[in-house]
């Protein structure tokens, strides 16, 4: 294997995309170490990291206008090229032990929805004229995988206007039947909040917001998918049931029953996922799919949120599907090891 230095980042990162892996992580006095197949494997006869010379290694990759001190700041965001291989989410942080950094890697090519083995239900949400689609899940979970594969399903399939709103950009879409403008938050635009609302004066029909990370940006999602729009959006939530009490907790209890009516009407499906290890190399998605039908509407309407799992239990035929269903599916496939479900 060719030596690879600890202070080339770009070579680290080059290192850990030939091999399949999906993060980097660089920490003060540690080796670098990357994910494969969600593990967390040290790279081989390479030495630990001061904080000094982490410091150093980090810095020639700063965006030119970045005024990132560590003196000063906590953290920064940003996105890193490495041409003709990967792009890369970059989170710099300090922490106890001096300077970390946590590299994502973005494949150059967005998948298909076959690609990521998405059940047919995805494609015809894709269709929909209006209304939100919450993609959810823990960090790592693939959220982000799978938005880009429905964005690009429509941007193949749809002569569409999408705005995305992003920190930072992952996936770079190649405009095929859609036109796409992709805005980074504190590069393109101040905040998920005022690009959110310019966006409703720029004639879209498809808005991804990155994150919905607090209330007036859910306001705003809420708002541009009751006025006509498909909204696509994700939030760090586990199931449909606690996606949709997360939501509407956030606001206050004067606003709670005025915002489920809103959900229930603007809401057109949460997809729940989680990532397993595949028999074969690499993971694959596990869903939970719940869809907006008029008993789901008027569960949300009611509080009445625990009552969705015997829902998504009895709505399979209308693509419907609980973790459970999936993980048969897969396993049935002999995409999983029946092992692989339990855990």
């Known amino acids: 294997m060719e030596l690879i230095l600890a202070t080339d980042i770009r070579k680290l990162l080059t290192h850990v995309a030939g091999h399949h892996g999906s993060d980097l992580h660089l920490s003060s006095g540690m080796p670098p170490m990357y994910r494969v197949d969600g593990d967390l494997l040290p790279f081989e006869n390479i030495e630990p990291i001061s904080s000094n010379e982490l410091l150093e290694m980090l810095k020639a990759i700063l965006p030119s206008k970045s005024l990132f001190s560590p003196e000063e700041n906590s953290e920064l965001d940003f996105s890193l090229d490495l041409p003709s291989i990967a792009r890369c989410r970059v989170n710099i942080f300090r922490q106890m032990k001096g300077m970390s950094a946590a590299f994502r890697i973005v494949p150059l090519t967005v998948?298909?929805?076959?690609?990521?083995?998405?059940?047919?239900?995805?494609?015809?949400?894709?269709?929909?004229?209006?209304?939100?689609?919450?993609?959810?899940?823990?960090?790592?979970?693939?959220?982000?995988?799978?938005?880009?594969?429905?964005?690009?399903?429509?941007?193949?399939?749809?002569?569409?206007?999408?705005?995305?709103?992003?920190?930072?950009?992952?996936?770079?879409?190649?405009?095929?039947?859609?036109?796409?403008?992709?805005?980074?938050?504190?590069?393109?635009?101040?905040?998920?909040?005022?690009?959110?609302?310019?966006?409703?004066?720029?004639?879209?029909?498809?808005?991804?917001?990155?994150?919905?990370?607090?209330?007036?940006?859910?306001?705003?999602?809420?708002?541009?998918?009751?006025?006509?729009?498909?909204?696509?959006?994700?939030?760090?939530?586990?199931?449909?049931?606690?996606?949709?009490?997360?939501?509407?907790d956030v606001f206050s209890n004067g606003e709670k029953e005025l915002v489920r009516t809103m959900l229930a009407e603007s809401l057109q499906a949460v997809i729940a996922q989680n990532l397993i290890k595949r028999k074969e190399k690499g993971r694959v998605a596990v869903l939970e799919v719940l869809l907006s039908t008029p008993a789901v509407r008027n569960l949300i309407r009611e509080n009445k949120t625990p009552q969705l799992e015997s829902v998504l239990q009895t709505g399979q035929s209308l693509g419907m599907r609980s973790y459970e269903q999936s993980m048969k599916e897969l396993i049935a496939a002999s995409i999983i090891n029946p092992a692989e479900a339990i855990n």
């Open 111 to 248: 998948p298909t929805l076959n690609d990521l083995v998405m059940p047919p239900i995805l494609q015809k949400l894709c269709k929909l004229q209006n209304g939100m689609i919450l993609v959810t899940g823990p960090t790592g979970s693939g959220k982000s995988t799978t938005l880009a594969a429905m964005i690009d399903y429509i941007n193949q399939t749809e002569p569409c206007h999408i705005i995305t709103i992003e920190d930072p950009i992952e996936f770079v879409y190649q405009n095929k039947l859609s036109l796409i403008e992709q805005r980074e938050v504190h590069q393109h635009t101040a905040s998920f909040n005022s690009a959110l609302r310019a966006a409703l004066r720029e004639d879209p029909d498809v808005i991804l917001v990155g994150e919905m990370r607090d209330i007036e940006t859910i306001r705003l999602a809420l708002t541009a998918a009751e006025t006509g729009h498909l909204v696509f959006a994700t939030l760090h939530t586990s199931s449909a049931s606690k996606t949709i009490n997360r939501i509407i």
